[in-house]
């Protein structure tokens, strides 16, 4: 009776793995969307549990947040000792892996099909809280990115899915993370579509919306429905004020290529050295500018916060923002495995309020809105370093419920990313950190058009199995079916696909004899042929196709140890029509 019941359900599941390789498979990938939100939801919390806890255990009045209330040698020794168990951890662990975050989530899913692999998820999980713990200067974001992601991949990889939905489930994994971290889903949506994903289609928005949708559920159901920034009411000033907003997107676009060159020039330096040097030697670093400024520790929301009310003088905000940009140079550039977004939140909202409190000083018969030009500042300064202007101006109009701030939040953030990108020639922090790496990112629409495919949905289904040397008894019952394709074996191995109608053609002009028919001897075209596995999407089949010079596939699956089903044949042409079409 199990028997039954399991082969049932390995019947199902099949079904439902040649459905989801379909490009338009809706409901199928809603229901997987919402899945991946759910488990990446559930990690993202219990990552916040670990690093709020224990933070909250040695932290004055339990507040995470609070290492100014540390002593001074203890601001130096904690970062210290924190960065030297990261490079213990990873010298005993990671088998070479050391690039993490969302660099890394765009590195598989651009080269390797989304799949993450379990040593990196428990390496991130435990190297990004080690980092928040000890005060080093990053963020929370893309730790959160990466599990969220890896949830996804390594649910697809678990149930056997086609590389093009795991691709998908990475993408909602992506966006639960942002969505957990600042309780903003369409801000994590459009991260997800514009930064990973980098495509817009209903088959990919909706089960990204829902993956949303349900992490930001989950978190607010365990932490509460409090924004991540004191946001105070918004004020936005008169038309008049345009020139200041577009002078602080140049601003905040050149402290992003300074931001992006400093990381890159430190990640090309200390390359060679051992990744345990590197790491120790980023926590004494940070822990020299702490033991000056302790406020560059940790994450720095508090700070942020006070930015925003305009809590902090302009003389003190200066001196945090060059520590916050050493710091986080320190930490990123020398591979400690935080994030960069909450850091490139920091430095905007410093920026932003530095300017209005300048600007104030300059014009005392105006009044600037602090809050409103340091919001301005986190998203310019979001949007140039990550080149991602979309979803950084969705985030602060999400954060601000305000829809005064898009117009001149629009201008601030695309004046920003044109300084960095087109004035000082700077790519994305993600892609500098790749490069930096020794790795590369590529992307264009047509292999975003063949990872989008299966090749479960185009394969040809109607073959049968033919012996090369075919018996005259044997004839009848193989083409009994009609089918449109022959798959020539020799032994257990397939050689070669041909039409069936060839046979038919050849048996009309020679007739049946009783003789052996050589199936690789008679007229007809016949391509040689490799096998490619059931999970493979289009742009993989082309690859293969190219790597073995031949013109058709069988597609299968290891349904055993050692046995394998084939799921049908697949075409040179039919990969060429299925993505020309």
């Excluded at 990313?417 to 950190?433: D, N, P, Q, Y």
Aim: neutral net charge; contains cysteine.
């Amino acid at each position: 009776m199990r028997w039954k019941l399991g082969l049932r359900l390995g019947n199902l599941l099949d079904r439902q793995r040649l459905r989801l390789a379909h490009p338009n498979a809706l409901p199928q990938m809603s229901l997987m969307g919402l899945a991946t939100g759910i488990a990446a939801g559930a990690v993202i919390v219990l990552f916040r549990w670990a690093v709020e806890g224990a933070q909250a255990a040695f932290l004055a009045g339990g507040e995470p947040e609070a290492y100014e209330s540390l002593p001074v040698w203890l601001r130096l020794v904690l970062p210290l000792l924190g960065g030297a168990a990261i490079g213990w951890l990873f010298h005993r662990f990671s088998g070479g892996l050391h690039l993490l975050g969302v660099a890394r989530v765009l590195e598989r899913i651009s080269y390797h099909q989304g799949y993450l692999t379990l040593r990196g998820f428990f390496l991130q999980f435990a190297g990004a809280a080690l980092a928040l713990v000890s005060g080093h200067s990053v963020g929370r974001e893309g730790p959160h990115v990466y599990l969220g992601a890896a949830s996804g991949s390594l649910l697809g990889q678990q149930l056997g899915l086609p590389n093009n939905s795991i691709r998908t489930l990475v993408g909602c994994g992506a966006a639960a993370g942002i969505a957990a971290s600042f309780n903003t889903p369409l801000a994590g949506v459009i991260f997800a579509l514009e930064v990973v994903m980098m495509e817009y289609t209903l088959a990919s928005f909706i089960p990204v919306m829902l993956a949303a949708v349900a992490a930001n559920m989950l978190s607010v159901t365990v932490f509460g429905n409090q924004p991540a920034f004191s946001v105070p009411a918004m004020h936005p000033g008169p038309l008049a004020e345009i020139p200041l907003v577009m002078l602080l997107g140049v601003l905040a676009g050149a402290l992003s290529a300074l931001f992006i060159h400093l990381l890159q020039l430190l990640s090309s330096k200390v390359r060679g050295w051992p990744f345990w040097w590197r790491t120790t030697l980023a926590g004494f670093l940070v822990g020299v500018l702490a033991m000056v400024e302790p406020q560059v520790m940790g994450i720095g929301y508090d700070s942020v916060n006070a930015a925003l009310l305009g809590g902090i003088g302009w003389s003190v905000l200066a001196l945090l923002l060059l520590f916050k940009l050493l710091a986080t140079t320190a930490s990123v550039g020398m591979g400690i495995p935080g994030g960069m977004i909450g850091p490139a939140l920091f430095m905007g909202a410093v920026l932003g309020s530095l300017f209005a409190q300048s600007a104030n000083l300059l014009m005392p018969a105006m009044y600037f809105d602090v809050g409103f030009y340091a919001l301005l500042g986190m998203g310019a300064m979001m949007g140039a370093s990550l080149q991602a202007p979309l979803a950084a101006l969705v985030a602060v109009f999400e954060l601000t419920y305000s829809p005064q701030i898009i117009m001149p939040g629009m201008l601030a953030v695309v004046i920003a990313g044109l300084t960095a990108s087109e004035v000082f020639g700077k790519e994305s922090l993600f892609i500098t950190m790749l490069k930096a790496a020794g790795m590369d990112y590529r992307v264009d629409p047509l292999t975003q058009a063949l990872r989008r495919i299966g090749v479960a949905s185009v394969m040809q289904r109607s073959f049968v199995r033919a012996e090369r040397l075919l018996a005259p008894e044997g004839i009848d019952g193989l083409l009994h079916e009609k089918p449109e394709w022959l798959l020539i074996y020799e032994g257990a191995k397939p050689l070669a696909l041909m039409r069936a109608v060839a046979l038919v053609r050849y048996l009309q002009d020679e007739g049946e004899g009783d003789q052996a028919v050589d199936l690789l001897e008679i007229p007809g075209e016949r391509d040689e042929v490799v096998g490619i596995d059931l999970q493979a999407n289009l742009q993989q089949a082309l690859e293969r196709l190219d790597q073995a010079q031949v013109n058709a596939l069988y597609v299968e699956r290891t349904i055993a140890p050692g046995f394998q089903r084939i799921y049908g044949v697949l075409t040179r042409a039919t990969v060429e029509s299925a993505y020309q079409y």
